[in-house]
């Protein structure tokens, strides 16, 4: 496993070893000894979760005030546009994001620790998003930064393409008005 660094401290990337041959493949998507010894983080996962979503949908941008996720996210199946925006309270990167393709064919992965508001844009006609959680969903304290806030200006891969959104994440809510994780 390749361990990248972003422009944001703690968010990276992560590239497996893929072995191929006529028959497939064979890859090990998870490695919590390389990991540990490569950065330091000693996490536990405690949820794993799966969705699939046809292209243009958007989902999120979610986190949680209590009980924050860390995650470990891929693409089994097509691309999407994969986003994280900092909310870690006294962090140098508040408020900053950062975007990479996570997808079948590069088979990346990104590790996104707690603290940190996360979403997706479906590039291809679907995709299947698997992700790796550090403390269970809680909803009553979920909250959704939006999409589309100026002040955090993510630049999704939009096109004049209208992204699908769910009731939830269309009441999205600036950067000025989410609580600040530390």
């Known amino acids: 496993m ?15 070893k893929v072995f191929g041959d006529p028959r ?23 949820q794993d979760n799966q969705s699939r979503s046809a292209k ?8 949680q005030v209590q009980c924050p996720q860390g995650k470990l996210v891929r693409v089994a199946r097509g691309a999407v546009y994969d986003v994280a925006v900092d909310l ?11 975007g ?24 291809s006609d679907t995709a299947d998003f698997l992700y790796k959680t550090t403390d269970y969903y809680a909803p009553e304290h979920e909250r959704c930064l939006a999409w589309n806030d100026p002040t955090v200006g993510v630049e999704w ?20 008005d989410v609580f600040a994780l530390s």
């Open 2 to 16: 390749n361990i990248i660094t972003t422009s944001i401290p703690d968010l990276l990337i992560l590239e497996p």
């Open 24 to 46: 497939g493949f064979f890859m090990e998507t998870w490695n919590d000894r390389i990991f540990r010894e490569s950065t330091g983080v000693d996490l536990t996962f405690v």
């Open 56 to 63: 243009g949908v958007l989902r999120g941008l979610h986190y």
């Open 88 to 98: 870690r309270t006294g962090s140098p990167t508040y408020g900053k994001w950062h």
């Open 100 to 123: 990479s393709e996570l997808s079948e064919t590069n088979a990346t992965a990104l590790w996104i620790p707690p603290g940190f508001a996360h979403g997706f844009l479906v590039l």
């Open 157 to 176: 891969p939009l096109g004049v393409v209208e992204p699908t959104l769910s009731a939830k994440d269309r009441r999205g809510r600036s950067l000025s």
